[in-house]
Each structure stands twice: as C-alpha cells, then as structure tokens.
T-cell receptor
Framework: GESVGLHLPTLSVQEGDNSIINCAYS??????FIWYKQESGKGPQFIID?????DKRQGQRVTVLLNKTVKHLSLQIAATQPGDSAVYFC????????????FGAGTRLFVKA | GAVVSQHPSWVICKSGTSVKIECRSL??????MFWYRQFPKQSLMLMAT?????????EQGVEKDKFLINHASLTLSTLTVTSAHPEDSSFYIC????????????FGPGTRLTVT
C-alpha cells in the first residue's frame, strides 16, 4: 500500500549544528505535508507544514523542502539545541474523503551537548 | 492554538475489562476526530475517523466491535476498548480537526493504556 517512509531511523548531531531529517512519500495524491515532533509520552506537536504547490517553507529555525519529482520531503533544523531531541515524523494528507493524516516511520534525533 | 485534551492520561486495567478514553476539543468545534494507536518505538497508526453524529470509519484491520467510537458532539469523542487484552496495551492518541478555509488538525496528549 502507499505509505510515507523515512531514510534514517536515528540521527545524532552536535549541539549547534544543523540537522536534516528526510522522508519519502509514495502517494502522488497527497497535497499537504506536515512535520511533527514527539517527545516521550506526549502527543505529536506540529512543527511546520507545506502544501504541494510550494517547494520550500521556512519557520523559526526550521525549513521544510518538498521535491514532488522524487516524492521527497525534508526537515532542516538550524542550530540544533538539546531541546530538539525527540522523534520527528513526517505526515501526509490527501484531500480525498476525509483529510486522513498518515504518519511516516519517524526519526529519533539525538542532540549531543 | 487550539487545544485538545484526553482523559485519562494513563490507565491500568485488568484483562477482560473495558476502558473508555475521552477526547475533547476545548476551544473549538471539531467536525472530525481521529483515533491513533502507537506502540513503543513505532509510528502513529490511524485506527478510525469519526464525524459528529455519524458512525466512525475504521481503517483496515481495526475491529470496530472491539474499539467502539462515539462522537456525540462537536467537542467530544470517546474510544472504548472492549474486553481489553495485554496486546491492546498501547499509547492512544486522538486528534480533532476543523475546516476553516483549510483543514486544521490538533493532537491530544495521548492516553497510556496498560492491560494486565
């Protein structure tokens, strides 16, 4: 079936460095993509989103890039901080019958002080 | 932003009993609510989608008679795990969505269910 997947299950970065988390999706009907951060024992926290008519969107310290040609999504975190340590999920949403949001496998980010 | 709450935040029950989990949108009316299940070190798996006043739509492989969903109002949805077994132990997360020009979805903090 169609799914959203990630290339890297874990990522370890030094504090202050930039982090890049990648995600591949396969549903060509998806038109809305979201990155979530999840800390242990908590629900997902919205980070940033992007619609399929865009290829880049920037937030505070975060940037999401969308490459529809290769169905690839990435999350860039600038100047990574210890508080960024969490699991990051990409998710996709296709506006077909109910706005279901389907989550990818997740990447655990470790930030070394 | 919009706030979604879940109650209880954690629950321990004995095998064979039923457990009800509530999901509330505190400051907005949710046209649609979603229930997810998350096992340790895994992703969120969508269980079902519910719209207020209508029957929930379950994802493939999710037993509707075991996971009863009630969405009686625009601010409350409940998930009842019936005849719970240890394999039902999981982190259950709800989300509430609304359409205001575009679709917006907000997640609850999750409920940890442990079945002994």
């Amino acid at each position: 079936g169609e799914s959203v997947g990630l290339h890297l299950p874990t990522l370890s970065v030094q504090e202050g460095d930039n982090s890049i988390i990648n995600c591949a999706y396969s549903n060509s009907a998806s038109d809305y993509f979201i990155w979530y951060k999840q800390e242990s024992g908590k629900g997902p926290q919205f980070i940033i989103d992007i619609r399929s008519n865009m290829d880049k969107r920037q937030g505070q310290r975060v940037t999401v890039l969308l490459n529809k040609t290769v169905k690839h999504l990435s999350l860039q975190i600038a100047a990574t901080q210890p508080g960024d340590s969490a699991v990051y999920f990409c998710a996709e949403n296709a506006n077909t019958g109910g706005f279901k949001t389907i989550f990818g496998a997740g990447t655990r980010l470790f930030v070394k002080a | 932003g919009a706030v979604v709450s879940q109650h209880p935040s954690w629950v321990i029950c004995k095998s064979g009993t039923s457990v009800k989990i509530e999901c509330r949108s505190l400051d907005f009316q949710a046209t649609t609510m979603f229930w997810y299940r998350q096992f340790p070190k895994q992703s969120l798996m969508l269980m079902a989608t519910s719209n207020e006043g209508s029957k929930a739509t379950y994802e493939q492989g999710v037993e509707k008679d075991k996971f009863l969903i009630n969405h009686a109002s625009l601010t409350l949805s409940t998930l009842t795990v019936t005849s719970a077994h240890p394999e039902d132990s999981s982190f259950y997360i709800c989300s509430a969505g609304m359409t205001s020009g575009r679709f917006e979805q907000y997640f609850g903090p999750g409920t940890r269910l442990t079945v002994t």
